[in-house]
Each structure stands twice: as C-alpha cells, then as structure tokens.
C-alpha cells in the first residue's frame, strides 16, 4: 500500500505560481508512474499531468500544456507539479494518485490509478 500526502495549495492571483508537492510512503515510490488531477465543482475529476516512474516520459493536458511541469524526486519519495500563468480555471482540488501501469495509453484515466491522495484545494482569483 501506497500513502500520498498532497501540500502546497492556496490562494494565488491569476498570473501566479503554486508548486504542489506529494509525499508518498509505504512500497518504493519509484516503483508507480505518477499523476496529477483535478476536480472543480460539479464537474468531473480530470487529467492534469503525469509522469513515468524513472521521469523520463511525462504527459499533460492540452489546458495546462506549457504552464505546468510535473517533477519527481525518488530519492525523496515525492512528486511536485509546478504551476505557473495560473488562470481562474484552475480552480479545482487537486489529486496525487499512483499506478504501476504507465502505458501511454492508459496514463490519462484515473481508472489506471489505485492510490490516491486526499487533495489540495488551488483557488486563483481574477
């Protein structure tokens, strides 16, 4: 079993930065690709950012493309996500969750996922 702890969120001005962390103990970290997602209210939760368990393939959203950089560190068992030119839409709660699937294929389904973190909310003002 896998524990995720999520830190970092808060209130930000449009334009600004966060850097979400997750804290990750139990089986080896390095073991699971890891993702991020998020859910605003009264939509679905969806694909943010993900990453291969060595970091060398990461895949993200066509809305945070260019804005976001999703990170780990295995030595330190945690897994950040850089979010910068924050807008309004990013508003949501966001999630850390683990597989041990990182098929380019399936990455993006949080059904691929089998732990998660209890979220961190993100608020950005206009």
């Known amino acids: 079993q896998v524990q995720l702890v999520e830190s970092g969120g808060g209130l930000v001005q449009a334009g600004g930065s966060l850097r979400l962390s997750c804290a990750a103990s139990?089986?080896?970290?390095?073991?699971?690709?890891m993702g991020w997602f998020r859910q605003a209210p009264g939509k679905e939760r969806e694909f943010v950012a993900a990453?291969?368990?060595?970091?060398?393939?990461?895949y993200y959203a066509d809305s945070v493309k260019g804005r976001f950089t999703i990170s780990r560190d295995n030595a330190e068992s945690t897994g950040y996500l850089q979010m910068n030119s924050l807008k309004p839409d990013d508003t949501a709660v966001y999630y850390c969750?683990?597989?041990?699937?990182?098929?380019?294929?399936?990455?993006?389904?949080?059904?691929?996922?089998?732990?998660w973190g209890q979220g961190t909310q993100v608020t950005v003002s206009s």
């Open positions: 139990g089986r080896t970290f390095s073991s699971y690709a």
């Open positions: 990453i291969s368990q060595s970091g060398s393939s990461t």
């Open positions: 969750a683990v597989t041990v699937s990182s098929s380019s294929y399936f990455i993006r389904s949080r059904l691929n996922y089998s732990y």
